[in-house]
């Protein structure tokens, strides 16, 4: 049972797609949301996107000194401004991710950005999951757990994050702790925006498919769909994750068809993956609550709703941030890392039994007079 009152935590997330840092206070005690707080966003500007790209792949060893400042520089920006947090989970940016093979590689020194700022960083979230034997990913399945308690859900419900990647986590709120077995199972789906927006990118010049304009005027093409559910990744049991770049071959899939029927038929690939997914929950959710980038686009929100046999809906539908709610849960993961409490378990990343990862850079500054900035749900 943990004691101790709650704190401000200031969570930033640097996800897959790219975009920027997105940052957010949270007041918890690692086990129930108290309140949630202001939040902020720092995007990256097109250089600094060009050196991050080029960094992706990358293990520790190589030369990455200029991705490392991009990272380091971003998130001194987003999160200086707020002045009253007691801790910092600070995710950094996957660069790599190989579970089963080399490991996982998040850029980002918590040290020096503890330092920068004057406040205790807790950060390297994934490898101490993945060095025994977990997928490192996702990792956001106990915040899950923790916001389905926050918006009084008596019955199971899954969140979906389409951000680059789509992952899913079924909860049933009915446990009392996020680490008890049958509270949570949680994996990867398979790709959400990142090639689409690759697509978009190759076809169009632009970096994503806005409210699913272009795919709204094309048609899902069923032999190249037919051909992405033949990969392996879809008939493996969860928990599982991707890296992002794991499902590159979408391109190839479309490459003889027009702009419109490829974007549709990507966008058909990534709700497909999550109905495929859908399969192994324990028992239906009562709804399907949709986070991040994908939740506005129309069109692979439309594609959801016909082929789930639940209310599939944004979680602003619940009061929640579908902006915010990755860095939320890095700020209630850091307060959990802080006071010992797992942060994976053998349903979210299917490491042997529940542990906390992350490491703890200390500043060792007296946190007494600070005072959290709070908006408040
Ligand atoms: N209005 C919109 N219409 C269509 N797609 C959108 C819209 N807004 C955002 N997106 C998509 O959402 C993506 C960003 O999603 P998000 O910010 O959740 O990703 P991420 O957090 O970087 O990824 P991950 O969760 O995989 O780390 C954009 O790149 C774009 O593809
Ligand atoms: C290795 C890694 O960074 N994975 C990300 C990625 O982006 C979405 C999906 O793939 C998820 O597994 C994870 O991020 C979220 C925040 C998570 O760990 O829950």
Redesign the pocket.
């Known amino acids: 049972m943990n004691k101790q009152g709650p704190i401000w935590a200031l969570g930033a997330?640097s996800?897959?797609?790219?975009?920027g840092v997105d940052a957010a206070c949270v007041l918890t005690d690692g086990v129930t949301i108290s309140r949630f707080g202001e939040s902020g966003y720092r995007p990256y500007t097109e250089p600094e996107q060009s050196v991050l790209r080029a960094a992706l792949g990358k293990w520790p060893g190589a030369d990455l000194e200029a991705a490392r400042q991009v990272i380091q520089r971003a998130h001194m920006d987003a999160l200086s401004p707020f002045d009253g947090a007691d801790l910092v989970g600070f995710h950094g940016q996957t660069l790599a991710h190989d579970p089963q093979g080399r490991g996982t590689h998040q850029l980002g020194d918590g040290a020096a950005l503890a330092e920068g700022l004057g406040c205790d960083v807790v950060w390297d979230f994934r490898s101490a999951d993945v060095a025994l034997g977990g997928e490192g990913a996702p990792l956001a399945p106990f915040f899950h757990w923790a916001c389905a308690k926050w918006i009084g859900a008596t019955e199971p419900v899954c969140f979906l994050?389409?951000?680059?990647?789509g992952n899913l986590t079924w909860v049933d709120p009915r446990l009392s702790k996020p680490e008890e077995d049958g509270a949570l199972l949680a994996f990867d789906t398979g790709p959400?925006?990142?090639p689409?927006?690759d697509l978009m990118m190759q076809r169009r010049g632009v970096?994503?498919?806005?409210?699913?304009g272009l795919a709204r005027q094309g048609a899902v093409e069923d032999g190249a769909l037919e051909l992405f559910l033949d990969e392996p990744f879809f008939r493996r049991m969860p928990p599982k994750s991707l890296d992002r770049d794991d499902f590159s071959l979408m391109l190839d899939l479309v490459r003889e068809l027009g702009d419109a029927d490829a974007a549709a038929t990507m966008t058909g690939m990534a709700a497909t993956a999550v109905m495929v997914g859908m399969e192994h929950c324990p028992v239906q959710p009562s709804r399907v609550l949709v986070t991040?980038?994908?939740r506005?686009?129309p069109v692979m929100m439309q594609m959801l709703s016909v082929g789930l046999d639940c209310p599939v809906q944004p979680v602003e539908d619940v009061g929640l941030d579908g902006?915010m709610l990755?860095a939320q849960a890095f700020a209630y993961l850091a307060v959990r890392v802080a006071r010992g409490l797992p942060t994976s378990a053998p349903g979210t990343t299917g490491v042997a039994t529940p542990i906390g990862g992350g490491q703890i850079s200390r500043t060792g500054l007296a946190k007494g007079a600070r005072r959290a900035r709070g908006g408040g749900a």
């Open positions: 997330m996800g897959t797609s790219l975009d994050n389409l951000g680059g990647v959400a925006n990142a689409l927006n970096s994503f498919d806005r409210d699913g991040g980038g994908g506005k686009n902006d990755e």
